[in-house]
């Protein structure tokens, strides 16, 4: 079993599906967890389950927040950051030619530039204790393109792409960052497909079947260990076979 008692770790999105399901695998193997996210209720009922977490509201869209939020939650876990799990972000789906600059610029300013600006700051936090762990969650369509996803499929690609410059950056510092790119996972948000479509998906995995949230969650536990303490700038693709690098 991994062992992580007493790491600090911070989860943007926690709220979601894929984000309770990392809490759940963090708290279990001994970290100490501050989940954040933008639904209070969702954090509330995270809090209850796992009395242990510590909970902080926070919409990583809030740019000119971000190095607040950095500082606020790393004096909650006691004062230094082990770990970092950028696994918040959000789409919104149109065709290219339909696809305001104002789409664009809200999906790249949402998943990438926050992702960066949080690991920038976590990074600032990891170089005084000389070392540290970023895991930042892309998506495997991020690598294969995707129908009406332009902005969002270039902000997960942009993730990935950016994780390796700062992995060469601050490899000697001791600080590792990786990436996790799943597939189609079983959420709230893929039980919402049409039949069809769901169908569709399936046909193109090879195991057949959707992902299920401790699956991401187990690979992040991996990448939060010293276990991958020789693992850097790589990503970690979550989907079933749906696409081999």
């Known amino acids: ?14 709220s979601g599906g894929i984000g309770n399901s990392i ?4 708290v279990e193997s001994g970290a100490n967890v501050l989940a954040s996210g933008t639904k209070v209720e969702k954090l509330e009922e995270l809090k209850s389950k796992f009395n242990k ?38 789409t919104q789906d149109n065709l290219a030619i339909r696809m305001s600059i104002d789409e664009w610029k809200k999906i790249i300013d949402i998943n990438l530039t926050s992702t960066f600006l949080m690991s920038k700051y976590a ?55 990786n990436c996790i790119s799943p597939g189609f996972i079983k959420t709230a948000m893929t039980e919402k497909l049409d039949a069809k479509i769901k169908e569709l998906i399936i046909s193109k995995i090879p195991s057949a079947r959707l992902g299920k949230p401790e699956d991401v969650a187990n690979a992040v536990l991996f990448l939060a260990s010293s276990h991958s303490d020789y693992i850097n700038g790589e990503t970690l693709h979550v989907n079933g076979g749906m696409y081999m690098a």
């Open 53 to 90: 977490i510590k909970i902080q509201k926070f919409d990583i869209s809030q740019n000119e927040k971000i190095e607040e939020f950095i500082d606020k939650a790393t004096s909650s876990l006691g004062g230094f950051l082990d770990c970092i799990v950028n696994n918040a972000g959000t």
């Open 123 to 177: 990074i600032k936090k990891m170089l005084k204790n000389k070392k540290g762990k970023i895991i930042n969650i892309s998506s495997v369509v991020g690598h294969t393109g995707n129908l009406g996803q332009a902005n969002y499929t270039a902000s997960k690609a942009g993730i990935v792409a950016m994780s390796k410059s700062l992995a060469i950056e601050y490899a000697k510092k001791n600080i590792n960052i």
């Open 23 to 26: 809490v759940e695998k963090l």
């Open 1 to 14: 079993m991994i062992d992580l008692k007493d790491k600090n770790i911070i989860v943007t999105g926690a």
